[in-house]
């Protein structure tokens, strides 16, 4: 069933490592009712499907008044089919969770906070530009609990310069301590265009080995495992039911509207996203002009699609659904990556074995089938 992803691209200032779509600006009103009028725009995109699924991501989405998440929930209601019991995510960062704003986003529909919690330290908050300390990381999480959500979700970061995995281990401890249903947990990535990528450029910061970052790749499933939280994507864990459908719907090829700029869209066929330039936006929403790009994928792109996303999940690629003969997937890489134990066909499906999963996306890329063979 079709989700709706709802990008707030805004932030209180820049992380060190982060890539994604943001401003630090304080006028907002402009892009929100821009954004407000892309949802009515594109209302009938879904047709009658109910929508099972909203995401507030970003950007911050926890910076907005809170009643302007309930004004868009509402919006959404009235222009979409949505669910009795969508599942209504909210990503927000701990330096904003109050139980006021937790009580408003819950009486407006949220029904999932995601929270951006990195880390519980407060030297590797720092050194990523993280806005928020350890201490308000903690009472967050009290708070969300307190609340009455019961689904709520936390991120951290491994991977950073120097971490052990006596640090990842207590990372770890202090999270479970907390009685999480749900981890997100990322290796720090150096992405172009970013301060780290600066600092490393500069010898300011060095990286760490793989191998260290490996390790503490290994402890996490280790300890999730442990712990009874599923690996149900690389970097996702969760109890049963705690799983994010929303995220699920991705891997899985379903249909989603992105609002906003920078947001995604995706129906089954035609992949589009949103132009990342707020004013670019704002200005082609009010004179009614193009916002856009978007590209339709071949059969053989949408096979590559299902293979590197459902490769990632713990339910890997159902063969016979791909769109293009199966026998088409590279056989020779297919054989190397089952011989060495990376990779297995187990009842029609090929799933990455544990040690497969450090390598998810070149295992995919080495299988995809090409243009060429039709
Ligand atoms: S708060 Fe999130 S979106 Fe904003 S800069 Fe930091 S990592 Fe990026």
Avoid at 267 to 283: D, I, L, T
Wanted: with cysteine.
């Amino acid at each position: 069933m079709p989700g709706l992803y709802i990008h707030i691209p805004f932030c209180k200032k820049a992380c060190t490592y982060c890539d994604f779509h943001f401003s630090t600006a304080k006028h907002r009103d402009a892009l929100l009712d821009a954004m407000g009028s892309e949802m009515i725009k594109r209302s009938r995109e879904l047709g009658d499907s109910p929508v099972s699924t909203i995401y507030f991501g970003g950007g911050t989405p926890s910076l907005l008044e809170p009643d302007r998440i309930s004004e868009f929930v509402q919006q959404a209601r009235d222009l979409f089919r949505v669910d009795r019991d969508a599942e209504i995510t909210l990503e927000a960062n701990p330096d904003d969770i109050t139980a006021e704003r937790l009580n408003t986003w819950k009486s407006g529909g949220v029904t999932r906070i995601s929270l951006g919690t990195q880390s519980f330290r407060e030297d590797r908050l720092r050194f990523m530009g993280r806005a928020h300390s350890a201490d308000q990381a903690l009472r967050s999480i009290a708070l969300i609990a307190k609340a009455g959500f019961t689904s709520w979700t936390i991120d951290l970061i491994y991977g950073l310069p120097g971490m052990t995995l006596g640090e990842w281990d207590e990372q770890l401890d202090i999270a479970l301590e907390q009685g999480m249903p749900h981890l997100s947990a990322y290796c720090l990535t150096v992405e172009t265009r970013t301060a780290l990528a600066h600092q490393v450029r500069k010898g300011l910061v060095a990286m760490p080995e793989d191998d260290d970052q490996s390790a503490q790749f290994d402890r996490l499933m280790e300890r999730m495992e442990a712990a009874g939280l599923d690996h149900y994507e690389i970097s996702n864990f969760g109890k049963p039911d705690h799983h994010s459908r929303h995220n699920t719907s991705y891997w899985d090829g379903a249909t989603y509207l992105g609002i906003g700029p920078s947001a995604h869209s995706f129906n089954g066929n035609v992949r589009r996203w949103n132009v990342s330039n707020n004013a670019v936006y704002v200005k082609a929403l009010a004179e009614g002009t193009s916002f856009c790009e978007s590209e339709e994928l071949t059969a053989v792109q949408r096979t590559n699609e299902r293979l590197m996303t459902g490769l990632r999940t713990a339910l890997g690629v159902d063969l016979l659904k791909l769109e293009v003969d199966a026998l088409r997937i590279n056989s020779s890489a297919f054989q190397r990556h089952v011989s060495n134990g990376h990779l297995c066909l187990e009842a029609g499906r090929l799933v990455l074995s544990k040690a497969g999963r450090h390598f998810a996306d070149r295992i995919a890329s080495d299988l995809f089938v090409t243009e060429d063979d039709r």
